[in-house]
């Protein structure tokens, strides 16, 4: 089960390291090249979504399945990028947006397939962190990410999403963000939910993945910057993995 081996490595001090792919920054033919990082860097958890994919998913998720035995959770932006062959999918409640369809309008459209596809079902509070500059998350789901220096504000809606049940709290500044979730906040964040904290976007240097693990993250999220550089991969693991 994905979500209690990260409860495992959570309780005993460990991170998860997390790979974001978004299939519109990788075409099709890059597979094979994605694969083969994949295998060698191997990853805890690969994560498939992005915020405006459409119709890609499936067949990613396919072929990331048919060559390893890393687990594939979705990371839908959206009801088009929903899969029955993932091993799981975080099912994302936007819960610093004021948005009705993403707080549970899409999850009762998404319940049912769900639920006879069978995959692991991972409530998640997710709460957008202004990121410095505007980034795809914020406008497409047309919501106004916490300002940066509102702390008590992020740290308020994560306990709020942890007496609601969600089973992790995920920090985001949205992919390619300039800015990523400030130090400060991490902590703050990570001293008041007992549950595990996932804190992704613009970690794109070795000292800004360091410095999230050091302030409280317990799984860390990179798309961007492997999309740029696959050799990081392994370099980003050996730091997040030396916690
Ligand atoms: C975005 O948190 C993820 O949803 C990853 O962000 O692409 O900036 O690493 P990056």
């Known amino acids: 089960m994905i979500l209690s081996s990260i409860q495992r490595r959570t309780n005993s001090g460990k991170k998860t390291f997390a790979v974001l792919i978004d299939p519109d920054k990788f075409p099709h033919e890059n597979i094979i090249r994605i694969i083969t990082a994949m295998e060698s860097a191997s990853p805890d958890i690969i994560l498939v979504g992005g915020s405006l994919v459409a119709g890609k998913v499936d067949a990613v998720v396919k072929v990331l399945k048919e060559s390893m035995t890393i687990p594939v959770v979705l990371f839908p932006g959206s009801l088009l990028q929903l899969s029955p062959n993932a091993d799981g999918i975080l099912f994302l409640s936007l819960i610093s947006g004021r948005n009705p369809e993403l707080l549970i309008g899409n999850h009762v459209a998404s319940a049912p397939f769900l639920k006879t596809s069978g995959i692991e079902v991972i409530s998640t509070g997710y709460i957008l962190i202004e990121g410095g500059t505007a ?104 730091i997040i993995h030396s916690f």
Do not use: W
């Not at 390619?176 to 240097?205: C, F, W, Y």
């Not at 360091?210 to 317990?218: L, P």
């Open 135 to 238: 980034t795809s998350v914020e406008y497409m789901s047309q919501t106004r990410p916490i300002p940066a220096n509102k702390t008590e504000i992020a740290v308020a809606t994560a306990m709020a999403g942890e007496m609601l049940g969600k089973k992790l709290i995920y920090l985001e500044a949205g992919s390619g963000a300039r800015e990523h979730v400030p130090q400060e906040m991490i902590s703050a964040v990570k001293k008041n939910i007992e549950v595990p904290l996932i804190v992704g976007g613009g970690l794109d240097t070795a000292q800004k993945v360091e410095d999230a693990c050091q302030a409280g993250a317990d799984v860390i999220v990179v798309g961007n910057a492997f999309e740029k550089d696959m050799g990081l991969l392994h370099h980003f693991k050996r």
